[in-house]
């Protein structure tokens, strides 16, 4: 069972449309992180927010917090190609500081 | 380059042999991760250290596997006895430890080992 789970899996969408990607728990995180990873390399830190309902920008993509702290939503404005990639949010469970990642979104931008 | 450094990137194996995989993390952090990924799956946890203290280990992780951080600084993974079920990229992280200096637990990754067992 994936403590972290996220959707779509798989998003294929035209360059210049709007997208969502949503990452849900049952289980409270003090705070969530998203990542890209493109292939071969290593997941790089977008974003953390750490209160709930809290929301952050950057450029075109804006996260947010739920407010009970358990899911967490990326939105991406006019997708551009540059935008392909592996999106994983992560956290750590009250109690336990290791890093839990979610089960991924692969996201291909279509020119 | 002062990030998180892995070797080797790429690793060949036939099935029943060692394989150890290196990691140097970034100087100043005292945390280090190991994580194990398949591809298109999002990164699973397998151990992590403060310093030189091993602080948890899945219980997804066999026997085979160990890992150390003898002087708190890099770290090696090692796989004994190599199964078709262990290829994956093995991926480093370090962080600095939740909650010192305002710190959220962002992870610093390296681009990975990638072990084939054939």
């Known amino acids: 069972t994936q403590l972290l789970e996220q959707s779509p899996q798989f998003l294929s969408i035209q360059e210049g449309e709007n997208l969502t990607v949503y990452c849900n728990s049952s289980s409270v995180f003090s705070s969530l992180q998203w990542y890209r990873q493109e292939p071969g390399e290593g997941p790089v830190l977008l974003v953390t927010?750490?209160?709930?309902?809290e929301v952050k920008k950057l450029k075109r993509l804006t996260f947010q917090f739920g407010d009970a702290r358990k899911d967490s939503s990326l939105h991406i404005t006019a997708a551009q190609p540059g935008d392909t990639g592996l999106y994983l949010c992560?956290?750590?469970?009250?109690?336990?500081?290791?890093?839990?990642f979610g089960t991924g979104t692969r996201l291909t931008i279509i020119p | 380059d002062t990030g998180v450094s892995q070797d080797p990137r790429h690793k060949i194996t036939k099935r029943g042999q060692n394989v150890t995989f290196r990691c140097d993390p970034i100087?100043?952090?005292?945390?280090l991760y190991w994580y194990r990924q398949t591809l298109g799956q999002g990164p699973e946890f397998l151990t992590y250290f403060q310093n030189e203290a091993q602080l948890e280990k899945s219980r997804l992780l066999s026997d085979r596997f160990s890992a150390e951080r003898p002087k708190g600084s890099f770290s090696t993974l090692e796989i004994q006895r190599t199964e078709q079920g262990d290829s994956a990229m093995y991926l480093c992280?370090?962080?600095?430890?939740?909650?010192?200096?305002?710190?959220?637990?962002?992870?610093?990754f390296g681009e990975g080992s990638r072990l084939t067992v054939l």
């Open positions: 992560a956290g750590p469970l009250f109690g336990n500081e290791k890093l839990t």
């Open positions: 100087s100043e952090h005292n945390r």
């Open positions: 927010v750490v209160t709930g309902g």
């Open positions: 992280a370090s962080s600095l430890a939740y909650g010192l200096a305002g710190n959220t637990g962002e992870l610093f």
